[in-house]
């Protein structure tokens, strides 16, 4: 039986009344609690110097770094910190395909190596594919990096344009020329690519966009100063990415989603999983690594390149890049964290 129908018998729309409206109230107390705890960290982080509160294996500014070709910081520059878990001695081939193609796109990209064993030698992969390579222990997740990223090199909130990204997807599989124009017409300072439901409605975080005057908020600034290093991806993305669209609705700052949710009715959730035809349909230019590498029984990949083909994408540059990126010499010493 159809909702359309069921709302039309007496007793049925009554039970369904009475869930819609449970399920308004938790998700409004929810949202409650979020911006409550989300204002209280921020207001913490305003009044003092937030990394000095914490213990040294919780600052992210307090973690092993080692620069291997130290950033120059120029003005007026869009800058992308690329935050990449090194698995063997170089970057996987999916990473510098991704950051290659934002140099092109006009980014001044830093490479942020995220490593178990932040001094053992690495293969630069040169300046064709990121101006500067940084190496960071592994904590905190992406969340650590960028965070600790602010805390090292303050110019990067001078930026004309800062793009956060990590490694979880693979692409762009197309020119990205129409969604940055987008952007730059857009009246919006904070963009997601993606807008998922799973949780609460958020934009998710592999992807986040700044502009200028986002950059000079006072309170995303703050808010950064609040990120620790957690040792529970769980645990970051309740603290930090479900709260991207709460956290700009407090900070002032008008934000959009590049993809914005659609319905849909057999998962009304995350869509880089449950509704990955339609977004490549929509021309969203990049697809999830760990929905190739570790797919749920009920999706359908069997026909993944082709679908992308179909809808405009380089399926087969992505079919190469996986294959390269998790060949056995790739991860033969641990599994990527992103």
């Not at 937030?50 to 950033?71: G, K, M």
């Not at 990415?241 to 319905?263: K, S």
């Not at 999706?299 to 190469?320: F, K, N, P, Q």
Request: charged fraction near 25%; hydrophobic fraction near 45%; glycine fraction near 4%.
């Amino acid at each position: 039986m159809s909702l359309r129908v069921a709302y039309k018998i007496p007793f049925l729309a009554r039970a369904l009344r009475q869930r819609d409206k449970a399920r308004r109230t938790v998700e409004i107390l929810t949202r409650k609690n979020v911006e409550l705890a989300l204002r209280l960290q921020l207001a913490e982080a305003l009044a003092r110097d937030e990394a000095c509160a914490l213990p040294d294996d919780q600052a992210p500014a307090l973690t092993r770094w080692r620069d291997i070709r130290e950033p120059v910081w120029t003005s007026n520059r869009r800058v992308c910190v690329y935050v990449c878990f090194v698995r063997h001695d170089r970057v996987a081939p999916h990473a510098a395909h991704a950051m290659a193609a934002l140099r092109q796109d006009g980014f001044y990209v830093i490479c942020l190596a995220v490593r178990n064993d932040v001094d053992a030698p690495m293969i630069d992969p040169g300046p064709e594919v990121a101006d500067a390579l940084c190496a960071r222990a592994n904590a905190g997740w992406d969340f650590g990096a960028w965070a600790a990223m602010f805390r090292r090199y303050p110019q990067v909130w001078d930026a004309s344009g800062l793009l956060l990204m990590n490694d979880s997807v693979i692409g762009p599989l197309r020119a990205m020329d129409d969604i940055w124009h987008g952007i730059a017409r857009s009246p919006a300072s904070v963009f997601g690519l993606v807008e998922s439901l799973d949780v609460q409605r958020h934009m998710q975080s592999f992807w986040m966009f700044y502009k200028a005057e986002a950059l000079r908020n006072a309170t995303l600034r703050a808010f950064w100063r609040t990120v620790r290093n957690l040792a529970d991806k769980d645990d970051v993305i309740a603290a930090y990415e479900v709260n991207t669209i709460q956290l700009c609705e407090i900070a002032g700052l008008a934000h959009e989603a590049v993809f914005p949710f659609e319905a849909d009715d057999r998962r009304p959730a995350n869509p880089s999983f449950w509704g990955w035809r339609r977004l490549a349909a929509r021309g969203y230019p990049f697809i999830k690594t760990r929905l190739l590498t570790e797919t749920p029984d009920d999706i359908d990949l069997s026909d993944w390149v082709a679908v992308l083909r179909a809808a405009g994408l380089d399926g087969e540059r992505a079919r190469t890049l996986l294959a390269a990126s998790h060949s056995p010499k790739e991860t033969a010493c641990g599994r990527a964290r992103w």
